[in-house]
């Protein structure tokens, strides 16, 4: 099995090229984003079901799933952001099981076979697929991708959304970025902000995720070529 995942601080470094992008117009963050939290909280109930909706829709056709769990974190408090995320993760993997599986199966295969990072991928998993998957749920491969590339294997379902479980560390680093990015571009604007919000504990939280976020995409990688070595020899063999 090779299977080569995109670094971490590849990833990282475009999500704080957003970051850094949304501090540059906290004017007009400032200017549009009450509004949006004003619509949302409008909508009732309905507000969290467009987002999750959104999410599922829009993650099948690759729109990127850092994005969707960034804007969780703008809108929506903490946890609730976080749950949205959850819930939203898991139907969008289900989604697009069913479409890799059973509806565009070959088209699926087709595309996949053209991507070297996952060529392999179809016969190590039969050896350990719910700990494979889990560890490639914590490498920054891109989500609708993976889910894809899963999703042709014979892995059964109950499994691929167990193993979905590992995204939730990123995913939800991202919904905490999102929500102290939307704080901290208050306080420099100078715009009231809720006293319940501690600035240096959101600093040191998201210091303290980005640490475990490299920590464990190298433990994840380092797993995996760990499996790569011991297939690849079984298979000589």
Known sequence: MVIEHTPLHNKLTMVFAVVVAIFLIVHELEL????????????????????????????????????????????????????????????????????????????????????????????????????????????????????????????????????TSGIFLYNGSLVYMGYTTKHLAGLISGSPQPSSVSYPLLMLGLLILIGVLFYVAKLAGNTLKQINQETTGSNRG
């Open 32 to 163: 549009h984003l009450p509004h949006l939290e004003i619509w949302i909280a409008s909508l009732g109930a309905m507000g969290p079901l467009v987002y999750i909706g959104l999410f599922v829709a829009l993650t099948p056709l690759f729109i990127s799933v850092d994005t969707l769990c960034f804007i969780a974190g703008l809108l929506f408090s903490i946890v609730a952001a976080e749950l949205y995320m959850m819930i939203a993760t898991y139907l969008a993997s289900a989604v697009i099981f069913y479409i890799g599986r059973h509806l565009f199966r070959d088209r699926v295969i087709d595309y996949l076979a053209k991507n070297k990072r996952i060529a392999a991928l179809d016969s190590a998993i039969n050896s350990q697929p719910l700990k494979l998957m889990f560890l490639l749920r914590l490498t920054p491969l891109p989500f609708a991708m993976l889910s894809y590339a899963l999703s042709v294997t014979e892995v059964r379902l109950s499994q691929y959304l167990i193993a």
